[in-house]
């Protein structure tokens, strides 16, 4: 399968496309490689150009650490719940302390949830750096 076919026109110096595909990425970049040229044939799946990674493999990286940050700090934020929790129903601590212990431990929960989806986009952005051959880029 061809992702371009080229017959020959009228004059036989001359090559006119069959079939033209446009390629595009869903996130920006520099083009880091375009292993095929126009006329190879194609699988699909096959890699046909791939961008600079570098940047989007920072953001996973970023993202990773601000998820084990936000886990450790939801661990103690949660510690401390249980903690202060007991000592509200002992009497020692007030009902206000209690519901802001809740609150940060609320917080901290949430906090861990945002930076799961960042890390899930930075993935996702990472993989969008390589175009491959899809099944409506082929003739059939």
Known sequence: MKLYDFPLSPSPRRAQAG??????FRVGGSVLELPVIV?????QGQVVARLDP????A?????QAELAAAAAAYKNASAQYARVAELVRKGTYSRAQGDQAKADNDTAAATVTA????LKTAKLNLQLTVCRCEPDFIDK
Request: aromatic share 4%; net charge negative; proline share 4%.
């Open 19 to 24: 079939r033209q595909v446009a390629l595009a």
């Open 39 to 43: 006329g190879d044939n194609v699988e």
């Open 54 to 57: 570098a940047p989007y493999q």
């Open 59 to 63: 953001q996973v990286n970023r993202a």
């Open 115 to 118: 930076t799961e989806a960042a």
